[in-house]
């Protein structure tokens, strides 16, 4: 004969079965299906740039950690606004995330009156990737062998020297029109479709200065094909020490870095955005990355979704001040 279940065990079994299914979606919140397919990376810009190196180096760790392709979408053109729509509008899943910078998170919500998309409420920052130095260099013909020198030529001859860019709001187009507002200098815009294109006509001769991150340039500037002449950096750089900065040349407190960070579309889940930072915060850790950014002097980002969200403020705030002063436009 079965004896009746005590009623104190009864008790126990079903506020144990309680708590057991209480801590299920906990679970799946720490540790939610992603990726379930190819993750699609936008990059704003042609590849050969900077933002380009950036973005495939951390999507190559990716994939090889999650065991799914991270592809790289390159989507050039209308200072990254095109790009920024597309994502914008993409599902909210964490398949598409897109790599955000200074000129596409900072400067563009003031220099276009309608990009339509809000940038602080239709992207969710992930994390921060990298900081990457700005570096200022001029082809050799230039008649100027350091950039004091470089300074008083234009200065000399206004209006004749002309700068290239990756394109409008691009990192170097904003480093550059930051420079030319603290020194007075006076040249030309000439906005192209990525570095790539840009360095093909500085490397011809037929544009005299350009700024870029040091990816894209320090092959060229120990070859002797290019000259630099001042980083934007507060101090001077590992691998290039003989080069000083800018604020060394007289124009205190004077700092301009690239940098470059992954956002998913606004309304992806918490803890989608909370996976995806975990992986390229390991992904970053690796000995590949550590190793390939510490050979460009750049600084290794990783942190939280809030502390980029506060990192982007704060660079809004300091850019929308000189995109004013500087009268910085799309060309």
Excluded at 110 to 135: C, E, M, Q
Aim: hydrophobic share 40%.
């Amino acid at each position: 004969m079965t004896s009746p279940c005590n009623p104190h065990r009864r008790q126990w079994l079903h506020t144990s079965l309680a708590a057991g299914l209480a801590t299920l979606p906990s679970l799946a919140r720490a540790q939610p299906a992603w990726p379930t397919r190819a993750v699609r990376f936008v990059v704003p810009f042609v590849p050969g740039g900077t933002s380009d190196i950036v973005a495939r180096t951390v999507a190559h760790e990716l994939t090889r950690q999650l065991g799914s392709p991270v592809l790289i979408d390159n989507k050039a053109g209308g200072g990254g606004v095109p790009a920024m729509q597309e994502v914008a509008r993409a599902p909210a899943d964490g398949h598409t995330i897109i790599l955000g910078h200074v000129g596409s998170l900072a400067v563009n919500p003031y220099i276009f009156t309608n990009t339509g998309y809000d940038v602080n409420r239709d992207f969710a920052p992930v994390t921060l990737l990298a900081k990457v130095p700005s570096l200022f260099v001029i082809h050799p013909d230039v008649p100027a062998r350091n950039f004091k020198e470089f300074v008083a030529y234009v200065h000399r001859n206004p209006g004749k020297l002309n700068y290239g860019s990756a394109g409008n709001a691009s990192a170097g187009h904003l480093a550059m029109e930051y420079l030319k507002l603290v020194t007075g200098m006076f040249m030309t815009h000439i906005p192209y479709r990525g570095t790539g294109p840009a360095l093909t006509d500085l490397l011809a001769g037929r544009t005299q200065a350009f700024s870029a991150g040091t990816p894209a340039l320090l092959p060229y500037i120990k070859s002797g094909k290019l000259r630099a002449i001042a980083t934007g950096t507060p101090a001077r750089l590992p691998s290039l020490p003989d080069v000083p900065t800018v604020a060394e040349a007289g124009y205190k407190g004077f700092e301009s870095v690239q940098w470059y960070g992954v956002l998913a579309p606004g309304g992806t889940p918490p803890d989608t955005v909370r996976r995806i930072q975990e992986e390229c915060q390991k992904a970053l850790r690796s000995q590949a990355i550590a190793e390939r950014f510490a050979s460009e002097d750049a600084t290794t980002g990783g942190g939280s979704p809030a502390e980029f969200a506060a990192f982007i403020s704060q660079q809004q705030r300091l850019w929308k001040d000189i995109v004013f002063r500087a009268r910085i436009k799309p060309d």
